[in-house]
DNA sequence: GGCCAGGACACCA
DNA sequence: TGGTGTCATGGC
């Protein structure tokens, strides 16, 4: 932890005041995750699976949660919804069912790269590595690292749009780099993947609420 | 009808 | 390293 931890944490605290427990918390028990098994969770990122999630973080790329909601309702509709009925599934099909959530074109392919990749790590039963995500065409540091804390449990903190903007908002931190804004998080806080989804939850829904009063 | 959303990448200077 | 264009839908 470094100096201006306090300062964090007070406002993770302020925030989890304001708006109660967002379930980002809710990580794969380690025995679980070990397993192969990925329970049905009330995490404030909704999803029955693992892969649900990684899918998610793919699709809500620049995108509305309410369209890749849509998105992956069509998927699960259709029965699509798992690695293998992905990897069979043509392009064409794929870009039908993922439309909703924009970019559909980019997406199906990418969707296919990174699927490939989730399945040898399955294979290989272990969990990737934020290098071996990054090499994947379509998947920055931000879904990343999503996958990482949401999917795997693993404490990577998340820097997305909200979280500069909350930054900036409350002075605590500015910089043009996703790994600077990483770094100071993780470093200001306890290494708890549960603490660090929960924070990147309640600063997603600060961030809502923010926009709606402007 | 315009703006924006839980980004990433290619290309250029 | 930094700036810009592109990808695209749906809600407000």
């Not at 406002?11 to 995750?33: A, H």
Request: net charge positive; charged share 30%.
């Amino acid at each position: 932890m470094d100096r201006g931890s306090n300062r964090v944490l007070a406002l993770y605290r302020k925030l989890e005041t304001q708006y109660g427990p967002q379930y980002g918390n809710k990580v794969w028990p380690r025995k679980q995750r070990r397993a192969g098994i990925t329970p049905a969770s009330p995490c404030w990122w909704p999803a029955e699976t693992q892969y649900e999630i990684v899918v998610g973080a793919l699709l809500t790329q620049n995108t509305s949660w309410n369209n890749v909601e849509k998105a992956i309702a069509n998927l699960k509709a259709a029965g699509k919804l798992s690695p293998e009925a992905i990897l069979k599934t043509r392009n064409t099909k794929l870009e039908t069912l993922i439309r909703p959530s924009g970019f559909y074109r980019q997406k199906a392919e990418r969707l296919k790269l990174l699927t490939k990749a989730y399945s040898r790590v399955l294979r290989e039963k272990r969990i990737p590595t934020r290098e071996e995500l990054l090499a994947v065409k379509g998947v920055g540091k931000e879904t990343a690292d999503s996958i990482l804390l949401y999917a795997y449990g693993l404490p990577h903190f998340v820097i997305d749009a909200y979280t500069r903007r909350f930054c900036s908002h409350h002075r605590l931190f500015l910089s043009k780099e996703y790994d600077d804004y990483k770094r100071f998080f993780e470093r200001s806080l306890p290494r708890d993947a549960g603490l660090y989804g929960e924070y990147h939850a309640l600063i997603v829904r600060w961030g809502k609420k923010a926009k709606m009063n402007l």
